[in-house]
Nanobody, 125 residues
Framework: QVQLLESGGGSVQAGGSLRLSCAAS????????MGWFRQAPDKAREGVAT???????TYRDSVEGRFTISKDMDRNTWSLEMNNLRPEDTGTYYC???????????????????WGQGTQVTVSS
């Protein structure tokens, strides 16, 4: 059974930093895409950052220059380094992975078929 487990959420003040990590297990295949999404109360889940097994990362505009996604495929993990956090970054953050070889890794939830349970990030002003 495939599992994705997030860690590293928490509460910080605006301008602070957090690092989220996702550990995958149970997959016998190589991920095509890995990513991070977030969901604020009463809002749709949105893509934050994604990265292909072979390729450059993609970021939503509002986090470009502040967030960095990285991967360690030897350990089947990926991370999101978040700096200069803003109150609007508050939400539940989900890691996600795609098993579809050759599929798009763009920031749409439909491009990802495996999801973690989420970790809360709260940024206060």
């Amino acid at each position: 059974q495939v599992q994705l487990l997030e860690s590293g959420g928490g509460s910080v003040q605006a301008g602070g930093s957090l690092r989220l990590s996702c550990a995958a297990s149970g997959n016998s295949w190589r991920w095509n895409c890995m990513g991070w999404f977030r969901q604020a109360p009463d809002k749709a889940r949105e893509g934050v950052a994604t990265i292909a097994f072979f390729g450059m990362p993609t970021y939503r505009d509002s986090v470009e220059g502040r967030f960095t996604i990285s991967k360690d495929m030897d350990r089947n993990t990926w991370s999101l380094e978040m700096n200069n956090l803003r109150p609007e970054d508050t939400g539940t953050y989900y890691c996600a992975a795609s098993s579809e070889e050759g599929g798009s890794c763009y920031l749409y939830t439909r491009n990802f078929d495996y999801w973690g349970q989420g970790t809360q990030v709260t940024v206060s002003s």
